[in-house]
């Protein structure tokens, strides 16, 4: 299970002066004069830390910095920060048709000191100025991983890992309000650091969904699963070039499919399927292609151990000079 940690933090940072009041006249004090200097020091040993007001009742952090501005999402009814509230690996999605239309889903905490996740979620219908966080897609039952897309009509879908590895879909019509769960627990497949995406183009494959997930823990063999019913059911599982994994997908406008992955290392491949997206073949892999991304995919400890990244590919489907550049 992916185990990066989501922290916001807010540096509040403060000007200090070191001068004495200044006098009644400027002229008093010639340019260039002697200053006394601070006699106490700035810090002292055993000192309390900083004052940090998202520990108490009070309102949604909003976090403007360079021309962008940030929105709490995990809020109470009132839209105040949530006390000892716990989340992290978050994955949004937007509606296509209305940008104002989003969802995020995380990995719900029930403390700050609790190890037991569940698949939380929040919604906006304001482009993210306003957020409602309703709760949890199944109270009481362990989800991680969760990875969030929408089709070409805004079509919501929440994939979301058990603690069998196994994982399922949710799916949600109305901009993320509410989800369906569209087969009983477990039964969409799937293993650690699951991703997946959609066909949004107007070909044989439109509509199909396309799953990878990680070699170190999963419900099933292979490292690669699809379906042509929108995500209700699964086709058997096959393997990938290079076993590759820790990495995600999407689709070109030609329908065809891409996959990048690693080696848990430093060698990164993109993978091909151009027949994916014909429902009477077996998917097979007819391009691998390595990446030099400069390094290396490496753990670390975090939340306690976990990547300290993942591979990401997107391809641009824009119809210009650039469409379908990887």
Request: with cysteine; proline share 7%; aromatic share 12%.
């Amino acid at each position: 299970m992916r185990s990066f940690s989501l922290c916001i933090a807010t540096l509040v940072c403060g000007v200090v002066s070191t001068a004495l009041p200044a006098p009644a006249s400027e002229d008093a004090l010639p340019a260039g004069a002697w200053q006394p200097i601070p006699t106490e020091p700035l810090e002292k040993y055993d000192m309390p830390p900083a004052y940090i007001y998202r520990l108490e009742i009070g309102p949604r952090m909003i976090s403007p910095y360079a021309g962008f501005t940030s929105y709490q999402v995990n809020v109470d009814q009132n839209g105040n920060n949530i006390v000892g509230d716990a989340a992290n690996e978050p994955s949004i999605t937007v509606d296509p048709t209305n940008s104002s239309r989003m969802t995020i889903g995380w990995r719900q905490f029930n403390t700050v000191s609790s190890n037991f996740r569940q698949g939380g979620w929040g919604y906006t219908t304001d482009g993210g100025v306003h957020w409602t966080f309703p709760g949890v897609l199944e109270p009481g039952v362990f989800r991680s991983d969760p990875v969030l897309y929408s089709n070409e009509i805004g079509t919501f879908s929440y994939l979301s890992l058990l603690q069998s590895f196994c994982d399922n879909i949710y799916r949600s019509t109305d901009g993320g309000q509410s989800w369906t769960e569209l087969q009983p627990d477990g039964l969409a497949g799937g293993g650690d650091k699951e991703w997946f995406t959609i066909d949004r183009t107007n070909g044989t494959g439109h509509g199909f969904h396309y799953q990878a997930w990680s070699p170190a823990a999963s419900c099933t063999s292979g490292l690669f699963s699809r379906s042509t019913d929108g995500g209700a059911t699964w086709q058997s599982p096959l393997s990938l070039p290079n076993s590759a994994h820790w990495g995600t997908l999407d689709v070109a406008s030609n329908g065809n499919l891409f996959i990048g992955g690693g080696n848990g290392g430093s060698s990164f491949w993109c993978i091909r399927s151009s027949n994916a997206q014909n429902p009477g073949v077996t998917p097979t892999f007819d391009q691998v292609t390595t990446v030099s991304l400069g390094g290396g995919l490496v753990g670390g400890n975090v939340n306690p151990g976990g990547l300290t990244g993942q591979i990401f590919l997107w391809v641009d489907r824009s119809g210009g000079l650039t469409n379908n550049n990887i």
